[in-house]
């Protein structure tokens, strides 16, 4: 292995280690939150507004995050991202009250989009096997989370949240060692030409967009309303967060997968596959078959986390900065994720989680076969 593949794969797991600890605190906050509001001075209106700004604000700070990162360097942007993160999760434990739980998830905001660019701009610096780089950084990330959603509860138990997240602060603390040892790349003497966050999408944009809306809107809202038809709450809820968690487990597995798979038989070939496999998941739940139908969708939802970006990369011209259109895709897809839990919400009172999920197998189709007919025609 020459010296620069093996500093390119230091910087990948190096940038990705680092987003996996900094999502400590931000994936247990999703579990514990709902359920201790008045332990962190919310009520559960306020629950909602605090687990979604974060993306809210991401969405329209890509675009500046992308020049400012382009401007000043990965390497020291990451630097930057672990001290933050480290803030936010220890003021999940410190503070009380909206305004600086809010102030928190704003600065958490800022914080993911700055490692979600640091990483991919480590994984598409060389064009070469984009689809593997990735997939193992994406695999790398979900280890935090998982860590955090398997053992957050019984911490919760023993000491509870507040002293939860301090810990947690002290193990995403080691996060700013690793930062440090980043090497120092092309990456960051990339050209200033990214787009503003919220740029006319793309047709691949809107698939993301599409993504976002569904898994992290109408599946993630409705999941355990469907299981609560039939079962107590109680039991609603542990099968409900069991295939929630299953969204980290399908990208900490389908994303080197798929991403090694794509760069063997081509990434966009691969992506139309994963993309009409997630459809075909939506489908399924409208259809009743729920938990095929989420196993199906989430596994290639996962999937697409390296396949989009190995997809954006390989169809740009040679020597063009990908990080705009990446960022643009990431934004599109916050955008959707953002949108959905504050619409399904409220669609719910009118309509039936299946038709909501009918809706998205539609429009997934519909976008999907337009991204096909756009594609083909610059070929």
């Known amino acids: 292995?020459?010296?620069?593949?093996?500093?390119?794969?230091?910087a990948i797991i190096g940038s990705s280690s680092i987003m996996s600890l900094a999502l400590l605190g931000d994936a247990l906050l999703y579990a514990v939150l709902p359920a201790y509001a008045e332990d962190f001075g919310l009520t559960l209106p306020w629950v909602g507004v605090m687990l979604s700004?974060?993306?809210f604000v991401r969405v329209f700070a890509y675009g500046i995050l992308a020049r400012l990162t382009q401007t000043v360097g990965v390497r020291r942007m990451c630097i930057v991202a672990t001290i933050t993160a480290t803030a936010t999760t220890a003021m999940y434990g410190l503070g009380q009250g909206p305004a600086i739980i809010l102030f928190a998830r704003v600065l958490w905001g800022l914080t993911y989009a700055v490692l979600v660019l640091a990483t991919l701009s480590y994984a598409v610096e060389y064009r070469s096997r984009i689809g593997i780089r990735v997939g193992i950084g994406q695999a790398v990330q979900r280890l935090g989370p998982i860590l955090a959603l398997f053992t957050g509860a019984w911490l919760v138990g023993?000491?509870?949240?507040?002293?939860?997240?301090?810990l947690l602060a002290l193990l995403t603390a080691f996060s700013f060692l690793i930062a440090f040892k980043l090497p120092t790349t092309r990456g960051d003497a990339i050209k200033r030409e990214s787009p503003p966050a919220l740029a006319k999408p793309k047709p691949i944009d809107v698939i993301y967009f599409l993504q976002g809306y569904g898994v992290d809107g109408v599946f993630a809202i409705s999941i355990t309303l469907i299981f609560a038809r039939d079962a107590s709450l109680s039991d609603a809820v542990m099968a409900g967060s069991a295939l929630l968690a299953m969204r980290h487990f399908g990208e900490a597995i389908a994303a080197p997968l798929f991403g090694w798979i794509a760069d063997r038989f081509g990434a966009r070939r691969v992506f139309v596959i994963a993309t009409f496999m997630m459809t075909i998941g939506f489908g399924l739940v409208a259809l009743g078959l729920?938990?095929?139908?989420?196993?199906?969708?989430?596994?290639?939802r996962g999937a697409l986390a390296?396949?989009?970006?190995?997809?954006?990369?390989q169809e740009l011209a040679l020597g063009k900065n990908p990080i705009g259109p990446l960022a643009r895709m990431q934004a599109w897809r916050d955008f959707g994720a953002a949108c959905g839990p504050l619409i399904t919400g409220y669609m719910l009172t009118l309509l039936s989680a299946e038709i909501l999920h009918a809706a998205i197998t539609a429009a997934l189709t519909v976008s999907l076969i337009y991204w096909l007919y756009v594609s083909n025609s610059k070929l």
């Open 1 to 10: 292995m020459n010296n620069r593949t093996s500093n390119s794969w230091h």
């Open 306 to 313: 390296s396949l989009g970006p190995a997809v954006v990369t």
């Open 158 to 166: 023993e000491f509870g949240p507040k002293i939860t997240f301090l």
């Open 53 to 55: 700004a974060n993306r």
């Open 290 to 300: 729920t938990i095929l139908g989420a196993l199906i969708m989430l596994i290639f």
